[in-house]
């Protein structure tokens, strides 16, 4: 079993690393929509970036999850699903979205005054999304409620971490180094349970991640909404997979927290001022 986990996990990071690497290349020379100039952006410093990375990431990572041995077909289904309709969704809000509305209260609120926002449907359709792949996985259905409450509460986790990642997606590299950060204790776990799906699950995001990068610290692409929101929620089909339910409240809650606190407080100014966020944050960037 340990050896099947090991092998799952290095033919996953791998798959996804190739695919990645080789999805970034293509759309770099033929975009899957429109032209260059429909993915570009200004970056932080005012500078031109790309956001095909996205696109790359999800092609990569999806195709890994189709492909890495090791899966249920229940559980390759939902981190498939998870991946690409998360990524679907954020690629629409980079190309479609107005900046009017910011966060989930500006775009619930808008909602409510009857503007549906290109935010507002990725809000609700990464819920949908989170929720459909929730119900694919097994879970763990001991005490009250059993699966429909199990269900629920692992929709969430997968639609808030789809969410959060996106939500450090505001220097380069940064989103990649908070889901390296986050998956490689998953990784870890996965591995010393012997736990094959776990392993593969977690080593996907993980190898299409680092694989993208040197393009990301480099300040010649970004994520966007399309990768990080992908990213996110194939960590979060991992933390399902890989974790009892006190462990995915404690997360859950962990992401509720985050996701609330990013309403009021700038992660970029508490990152800042802490010094050893802030090396990390600036490792392999250039000067600020």
Known sequence: MAHRSWL???????????????????????????????????????????????????AGAGAAAVLAPGLPGRARAAAVLACVGSGALGAYDDLRGATSSKGFKGHLTALARGEVTSGAVKILGIGAAGLAAAALLPGDHRGSGGRAVDTLLNGALIAGSANLAN?????????????????????????AKGAPAGAALTAVPIGAGLALLPEDLGERAMLGDAGANALGALLGVAAVTGLRRPSRLVVLGTVAALTAASEKVSFTKVIAGNPALHRLDMLGRRPA
């Open 8 to 58: 799952g996990a290095l033919a996953g990071a791998a798959l996804g690393a190739v695919v990645a690497r080789a999805a970034y290349a293509a759309f770099t020379r033929r975009p899957p929509i429109g032209d260059e100039k429909t993915w570009t952006r200004t970056n932080h410093r005012g500078e031109p970036i790309t956001l095909l990375e996205g696109p790359a990431f999800v």
């Open 167 to 191: 939500l450090f997606d505001l220097r380069p590299g940064r989103a990649i180094k908070v889901g390296l950060l986050t998956g490689a204790p998953l990784l870890v776990a996965s591995l």
